[in-house]
């Protein structure tokens, strides 16, 4: 009796300690390095639960086996916190600094830049191919309505997010301008304020030019003159789908639409691009000045005028700029 009682004592000691070395073992495997030897990112899928995640990280090379991610993840009691997303680890990293990391949902951010002076239909395909982002745009944001800017996200976030937060953003600092405005600028509206500065943001790239370019259209617009910009032309072609894959005729300056501002007068109907924040101040606070003109110099930036003879010697000295090119290139 003495002895059968003895022996199970020992069985049970035996067990005990079994199930303490497993534990241990299992805590160790837990917290010490794992197996990853170069960095690797791992997308963990919504509704993936803990078994899941666990198999999914063995099979990628982060984990060496399963199971003690799960049992380390109950004791830690991270179990129901871990997160879907992308995540990106480094070599080495334990178990338990990858449960930590899902559940603090330290996810990869990535990034989409639509930059200034793009179309909606420009935006519209880069947030299409952009990887990660999920879903349809949603409703189609309006020509100049929406603020160009590098825009972070997150694996599985949705497309139509990143259009409503483009939206807000143009419409919170387009209110905070116009209040800023200069007095007496012949713009009605902030509409018509988003309208010229997308005619600023195609005319020129260069920072200090759109302050004096934003001034040349408000002196025209003042005074009663056609814009005559180019860029609207070219818009009224292409319908905002991409380049003219061609230099602009006279043709097109004389080919009537809404947007041709050779022919109209005013400005157009809606916006030709989505301007930046420079484009929308210089529109808002123009130059000082009474030029009325300007033109390309050749070389990327331009050459303003007062007076329409003036303008014409800077067009004829551009024209002969062109021309001894054209021959340095034959």
């Known amino acids: 009796m003495a002895s059968g009682l003895r022996s199970f004592l020992l069985l ?42 666990a198999r999914q990280l063995w099979r990628s090379g982060i984990i060496a086996e399963p199971y003690s991610f799960q049992f380390g993840t109950r004791v830690d009691d991270t179990a129901t916190r871990l997160r879907s997303g992308e995540y990106a680890f480094t070599p080495g990293v334990s178990p338990r600094d990858v449960a930590a990391t899902l559940a603090a949902g330290r996810s990869v951010v990535r990034r989409v830049t639509l930059a200034e002076g793009l179309t909606t239909a420009q935006m519209v395909a880069l947030l299409g191919a952009a990887e990660g982002l999920e879903g349809d745009i949603g409703d189609l944001p309006g020509e100049g309505e929406f603020l160009p800017e590098t825009y972070f996200y997150s694996w599985g976030d949705a497309r139509r997010q990143v259009v409503s937060r483009g939206r807000r953003a143009m419409s919170e600092l387009l209110a905070e301008l ?8 012949p713009l009605r509206t902030p509409a018509e304020a988003v309208t010229l500065a997308s005619i600023v943001e195609k005319e020129t790239s260069i920072a200090e030019e759109r302050p004096r370019v934003a001034a040349v259209f408000i002196n025209r617009l003042r005074a009663g003159m056609r814009l005559q910009a180019d860029p609207t032309v070219v818009y009224g072609i292409t319908q905002g789908r991409g380049a003219l894959e061609r230099p602009i005729s006279r043709a ?16 157009p109907p809606t916006p030709i691009a989505n301007p930046g924040r420079a484009s929308l101040e210089a529109v808002m606070r123009p130059a000082t000045s009474d030029e009325l003109y300007f033109v390309a110099d050749g070389s990327g930036r331009h050459v303003f005028a007062r007076t329409l003879a003036e303008h014409n010697r800077n067009v004829a000295r551009l024209r002969e700029f062109e021309r001894q090119r054209a021959e340095e290139i034959r």
């Open 12 to 53: 049970g000691v035996g067990l005990i300690l079994a199930g303490a070395l497993v534990l241990i073992l299992g805590w160790s495997r837990y917290t010490l390095p794992g197996p990853l030897t170069e960095p690797r990112t791992v997308i963990v899928p919504r509704g993936a639960g803990v078994a899941e995640i």
């Open 252 to 267: 097109d300056l004389e080919t009537p639409h809404r947007w041709n501002t050779y022919v109209i007068t005013g400005l």
């Open 178 to 185: 116009w209040a800023k405005r200069a007095p007496d600028l």
